[in-house]
């Protein structure tokens, strides 16, 4: 392999860039690990095909003391690019790999991420990820360490990371192979996924097509509203978590209740917006001392079993929560006292897929939770501008996380959202929710997302809410489909399988590039997704395929088996 011709692109190209330098170029052989100074063992992933890496760092950055989380030099890229014997003539590059994203792309001794250099690998297309702007994987990258906001890394955390990980991909590849691409898409999910929607919105030109996935839009609202559930334990159950155990019951009692179909049970909910089971109001989960019957260790009081119905409700100004025959929380209307999105009964409220499968999980969240340590606690840390509410591996020059928002009231909480709001600016209008997406439509760009109903991260209302405003902003539904299409998931987890709370349940999900290749048949060739047919991924004895329609079309069950897609209809 010869890096002359690819370091002579790269000189003719950035040499002139006072912001844009060059950290390492290297080449990797098929079946070689692709490692630099780490260490090798029986997961690291190897390279599929011959590959050139190159890594980027585009400033201005962010300048501080050594060692402090918002110091940076700018913005980490990895630009992964096949022989020019083997380059099929396109861009698909990667998005965030979700959270606050962060890693070693600004290290000229570390490979950041994978995801680019396995898709160059197996599609002989030029990829490329980045680290948004910070090498810290948590929330602290984004206080200076005076506790005011970072906000040139919140500006490169919020888009231009992608849109200058867009200009340059695209610029080397020209430059390299002598002909640009033919078609450049994105591809992205949870924090790549607003990723996506962002580049829409603010960027039409990068991308011919878009494929956002469990996006994280509206980051600053779900990001306050994912410490809700542990306020909820703080305010009405004494700082006492509840068990894995208690809330494994609760929750698959939930999905018994509603995953009826064709006098089967599926093993989870297919019509979420139907149920309205009520742990308060079910003796088989209730202790005896409240009226249960249930005597297993896992039993609920009635306190734990409302402290549930909040969690999936949501948060609200004072902690209260209607009865779920009145309001079950699916709805996207915020009103009254409600705040922001819980999460759809029979999602696991503990991520009980990985725990399952990787037994560390369970230790991690727990010393994590005994710690005060979370996402959420960052994030309102950062709204507040108060490094002392996050937890201690917040770290801060002007104050390290202490976890206080343990004290904090079901009022105060609330007045983060409104705090939030009135300061999205200051943190470069993350949410990423301008339903104005005319530029990218012209452009001729195609864009598509789904949203599994059992995320355990980023509630499902959120997309329907932003997608219901582009269509009213837009001039109708049949105007935004001509070009973006939305698809909601039954069952479907954040970035797993699925994301219920049965260890049973095999909920077809869709499939490892299953998007992407509709999406370049709609860019390339026209043609337009419909019902899009997916199947469980899991080995079992039960496989379920059944079809995901376009929304706010709805699956609906016509008859036979309710295992198979000939059984379902999109309407």
């Known amino acids: 392999m010869d890096t002359e011709a690819l370091k002579h692109a790269l000189d003719a190209l950035f040499g002139p860039d006072d912001q844009t330098n060059v950290l390492l170029v290297k080449a990797f052989r098929q079946g070689e690990p692709l490692v630099l100074s780490e260490a090798i063992t029986e997961s690291t992933p190897r390279s599929l095909s011959d590959l050139y890496l190159v890594k980027l760092i585009v400033g201005p950055g962010n300048p501080g003391p050594v060692g402090a989380p918002s110091t940076s030099p700018g913005i980490g890229i990895e630009i992964w690019l096949p022989p020019a014997a083997n380059w099929d003539g396109r861009v698909h590059n990667i998005g965030g790999l979700g959270g606050f994203d962060g890693g070693n792309h600004a290290s000229p001794n570390h490979v950041g ?21 910070h090498a810290a994987t948590n929330g602290a990258w984004g206080m200076n360490p005076d506790g005011t906001p970072a906000t040139q890394l919140w500006v490169d955390y919020a888009h231009r990371a992608m849109h200058e990980m867009a200009v340059k991909t695209k610029a080397l590849a020209a430059a390299y192979y002598g002909r640009a691409a033919s078609y450049a898409y994105f591809e992205g999910v949870s924090n790549g996924g607003r990723h996506g929607y962002r580049l829409a919105q603010q960027y039409p030109g990068d991308y011919d097509g878009i494929a956002a996935h469990l996006p994280a839009i509206h980051l600053m609202e779900f990001g306050i509203a994912n410490l809700y559930r542990d306020v909820v334990v703080q305010r009405d159950l004494g700082g006492v978590p509840l068990t894995e155990g208690q809330m494994d019951l609760v929750s698959n009692a939930a999905i018994q ?4 179909v064709g006098g089967e049970h599926l093993g989870y909910i297919m019509d979420n917006e139907a149920c309205r089971y009520d742990p308060t109001r079910d003796p088989a989960v209730l202790c005896i001392a409240d009226g249960g019957t249930n005597t297993t260790p896992d039993a609920v009081t009635r306190l734990q079993a409302q402290a549930i119905n909040k969690m999936w409700y949501g948060p609200t100004t004072d902690g209260s929560v209607p009865s779920p025959a009145d309001d079950n929380g699916v709805a996207t209307g915020l009103h009254g006292k409600r705040r922001w999105y819980g999460f759809a009964r029979g999602t696991s409220l503990y991520n009980a897929f990985f725990t399952k499968y990787d037994p560390r999980m369970s230790e991690i969240l727990r010393a994590a939770a005994a710690s005060g340590d979370s996402a959420g606690a960052d994030m309102v840390a950062l709204a507040l501008q108060s490094a002392a509410i996050a937890g201690p591996r917040f770290y801060n020059a002007s104050g390290g996380g202490e976890a206080r928002w343990r004290d904090l009231s079901y009022a105060q909480l609330a007045e983060a959202f409104t705090i939030a709001a009135r300061r999205d600016a200051e943190f470069a209008d993350v949410s990423s929710v301008d339903p104005d997406l005319s530029a990218f439509r012209r452009r001729g760009g195609k864009m598509l997302s789904w ?6 991260a980023i509630p499902v209302q959120s997309t329907i809410q932003y997608y219901d405003k582009v269509v009213e902003a837009m001039g109708g539904l049949a105007n935004v489909q001509s070009f973006f299409k939305l698809y909601l998931v039954p069952g479907g987890g954040h970035m797993s399988p ?7 349940a095999n909920p077809p999900a869709v499939a490892p590039g299953q998007f992407y290749r509709l999406l370049v048949e709609w860019v390339e060739n026209g043609v337009e997704p419909g019902c899009v047919e997916i199947a469980s991924p899991m080995p079992g004895p039960v496989r379920i395929t059944q079809p995901i329609c376009p929304y706010p079309q709805k699956v609906s069950y016509t008859g036979g088996d309710p295992f198979a897609a000939a059984g379902y209809t999109c309407g």
């Open 257 to 260: 209740a509603c995953d009826v």
């Open 113 to 133: 991420w994978f995801y680019a250099a396995l898709t160059a690998g197996a599609e002989g297309t030029v990829s490329a990820s980045t680290d948004s702007g």
């Open 498 to 504: 699925h994301g219920t709370s049965n260890p049973n």
């Open 451 to 456: 949203h599994g109903w059992n995320d355990e």
